[in-house]
């Protein structure tokens, strides 16, 4: 059986880094819970719904973290827009091809 996370993704802005525990015990440290989730549930696929306000910056930056040049400079385009709420479909759809194969989710 699969499962598939879903989480949804919030507005812009000052994504500090957060301690969370879990039942078990077991603290994961993290900008984003739901990546945090996704790897303690072991979900096959992750759903992040957001919109062109969303923290989409965030998600790059956290998955840029020890990537090659190429994937950083995506988060690089992608701060200035995503903090004015001007995150075009197009950029969008950039995105997710680039997001997709690193998360190891099928769209």
Same mark, same amino acid.
């Given at each position: 059986?699969?499962?598939?996370?879903?989480?949804?993704?919030?507005?812009?802005?000052?994504?500090?880094?957060?301690a969370y525990q879990f039942p078990?015990?077991? &603290?994961?440290?993290?900008?984003?819970? *739901?990546?945090?989730?996704? +790897? #303690?549930?072991?979900?096959?696929? !992750?759903?992040m719904f957001g919109t062109s306000?969303?923290?989409?910056?965030? &998600?790059?930056?956290?998955?840029?973290? *020890?990537?090659?040049?190429? +994937? #950083?400079?995506?988060?690089?385009? !992608?701060?200035?827009?995503?903090?004015?709420?001007?995150?075009?479909?197009?950029?969008?759809?950039?995105?997710?091809?680039?997001?997709?194969?690193?998360?190891?989710?099928a769209p």
């Open positions: 059986m699969t499962h598939t996370l879903i989480s949804f993704l919030g507005k812009a802005g000052n994504y500090q880094s957060t078990d015990g077991e &603290i994961a440290t993290t900008r984003y819970f *739901g990546l945090a989730l996704r +790897r #303690k549930l072991q979900a096959d696929h !992750l759903v306000g969303s923290a989409w910056d965030v &998600i790059c930056l956290i998955l840029a973290h *020890g990537a090659p040049p190429k +994937r #950083k400079s995506l988060w690089k385009k !992608l701060k200035p827009i995503v903090g004015d709420s001007n995150l075009l479909q197009q950029e969008l759809q950039r995105l997710i091809k680039k997001l997709l194969p690193r998360l190891r989710v």
